[in-house]
């Protein structure tokens, strides 16, 4: 119960970065390195892992008004630090139409862990979103 409530508050607290527009980070944090960036990635693919039903990631699209069903692709090797959480994307394909989607993942501290908590559409077929992470 106590981790559902600190992920309440914590995804409450970053709404606010989405409905404020595009937040400028950078590519890649050449500072996250050794086991933290092996621990983040490992974080967003259990996380991904987690959520694939059937060979299918699924994420509701606000844009598009509709849970997409996704394959996964690969991970992006690019990590940023924003506030106290760390972002990163993977890759994923549309198998139905073949658009690629770029998701970005939002990792935070827990403890002596790190938990991907939700992901966040970034682009498709190469288009920014209005509420993307970065530019």
Same mark, same amino acid.
């Given at each position: 119960?106590?981790?559902?409530? $600190? ?25 996250? $390195?050794?086991?933290?960036? !092996? ?12 959520? !694939? ?59 002596? $862990?790190?938990?991907? !908590? ?18």
């Amino acid at each position: 119960m106590r981790n559902q409530i $600190k992920h309440m508050m914590v995804t409450a607290a970053l709404v606010p970065l989405f409905l404020a527009g595009p937040v400028s980070l950078a590519a890649d944090d050449p500072s996250i $390195k050794g086991n933290l960036r !092996t621990n983040i990635k490992a974080s967003m693919s259990d996380f991904i892992n987690g959520q !694939t039903i059937d060979n299918n990631y699924r994420i509701y699209d606000p844009i598009e008004g509709k849970l997409q069903k996704l394959k996964f692709d690969y991970l992006h090797e690019g990590i940023v630090k924003k506030g106290d959480f760390y972002v990163s994307c993977a890759n994923f394909v549309d198998a139905k139409n073949g658009r690629k989607f770029d998701l970005d993942f939002l990792v935070l501290p827990d403890g002596d $862990k790190l938990v991907a !908590t939700q992901a966040i559409i970034h682009s498709v077929d190469g288009k920014k979103r209005k509420y993307h992470l970065e530019d």
